[in-house]
C-alpha cells in the first residue's frame, strides 16, 4: 500500500492538533500531495494553514480514508458530519483515546471498516509506537493501509484483540509520562548529591535518552544490558538493589503504575 492509493482518493484529516499535525507532516514528506488532503479543524494552526491543505472545504464523496484526530470529548459532534460515508468502502481509522470501536459502528454502520489506534506522544518527533487493531470489516488491505499512515510517526503494532488496547494505553500511551517522570526524579536526586540543578537535568535527560536508543539498538535484551552496566559491589549494584526490591523497588510499582492506567482506560471506555 503506497501513499498514491491514498493520494488517488482523498485523505480526511478531521482534527489536527498535535498529533494530527505530526501525521501530517509526516505524510507530506513522504510525497503525499497537499492537494489530496482535507483537513476539518475549527482553530486551526498558522502551521496547518501554510500546508496548502483543502482546509474546512467539506470532504469528498468518497474519500479513500477519514482518520479521525480529535479528543474524545468532541466526537459526539464529530461523528454525525462523517456518516454519510459509513458503510462504504472508506476506510475510517482513529486515534482518539478511549473510544471503541462499537461507538463507531454505532454512528457509521456496522459494514464500515474502521482501524482504532493508540498511538503516543514521541510521534511528534517520529518517535511513536502504535497499536492498531481492526473490526470485522476491516480487510488485510484496509490496515496495511493504516500501519502505512501511522508509519509516518514511528512504529506500528497489530493487536489480537480490541481487549488489548487497555493495557496498551497503561503500558505505551501513558508511558511516556512516566520516563518524564523518571527524568525529574533523577535530576532531583543529583541535586540532593550536590549537583547544581541546570548540570543534573542535562545529565539525567541524556541518560534516559541514551540508555533508550542503545536499548532499541542493542542485540542484547535490556536485562543483559543491566547486567553489563553492573559491576560486582559496585555503585551500579548498590543502586539497583534499592530500585529492584521486590516490594518497594521498581516491579512492584511499575506493575502498580500500569494496572491502574490500564484499569482508568477500562472506565473510560465503558463511557
Known amino acids: 500500500m503506497s501513499m498514491n492509493d491514498i493520494a488517488t482518493g482523498g485523505l480526511v484529516l478531521l482534527g489536527c492538533g498535535k498529533m494530527g499535525s505530526a501525521m501530517l507532516a509526516g ?39 477519514v482518520l479521525i484526530a480529535v479528543k474524545p470529548q468532541m466526537m459526539g459532534a464529530a461523528l454525525p458530519v462523517l456518516a454519510a460515508l459509513g458503510n462504504g468502502a472508506t476506510l475510517f481509522v482513529s486515534v482518539a483515546a478511549g473510544t471503541p470501536i462499537a461507538a463507531y459502528e454505532a454512528a457509521l454502520g456496522a459494514r464500515t471498516p474502521i482501524v482504532r489506534a ?33 508509519s509516518a510517526v514511528g512504529q506500528v503494532v497489530r493487536l489480537e484483540n480490541e481487549a488489548q488496547m487497555d493495557a496498551v ?17 533523577m535530576a532531583a536526586a543529583g541535586v540532593a548529591q550536590g549537583l547544581p540543578e541546570g548540570l543534573a537535568m542535562q545529565l539525567a535527560k541524556a541518560t534516559v535518552a541514551g540508555a533508550g536508543a542503545l536499548a532499541e539498538a542493542a542485540e542484547e535484551d535490556p ?41 482508568r482506560s477500562k472506565e473510560l471506555s465503558r463511557g
Not at 243 to 263: Q, W, Y
Open 27 to 65: 505524510w507530506l514528506a513522504q510525497g503525499l500531495p497537499n492537494s489530496s488532503v482535507w483537513v476539518l479543524d475549527p482553530k486551526p494552526s498558522d502551521w496547518l494553514v501554510a500546508q496548502g491543505v483543502h482546509l474546512n472545504e467539506g470532504v469528498p464523496k468518497a474519500p479513500a480514508v
Open 118 to 150: 493508540m498511538p503516543n506522544t514521541p510521534a511528534a518527533i517520529g518517535k511513536g509506537i502504535t497499536a492498531l487493531i481492526g473490526n470485522a470489516s476491516a480487510s488485510a488491505a484496509d490496515l496495511d493501509r493504516a500501519e502505512q499512515l501511522l
Open 169 to 185: 494505553t497503561g503500558l505505551s500511551g501513558s508511558g511516556p509520562a512516566y520516563v518524564f517522570h523518571l527524568i525529574e526524579t
Open 223 to 263: 536485562a543483559q544490558l543491566r547486567v553489563n552496566v553492573t559491576s560486582p559491589n559496585g555503585t551500579t549494584q548498590a543502586a539497583l538493589e534499592v530500585l529492584m526490591d521486590d516490594r518497594a523497588g521498581f516491579p512492584e510499582l511499575l506493575k502498580r503504575a500500569v494496572a491502574a492506567a490500564t484499569n
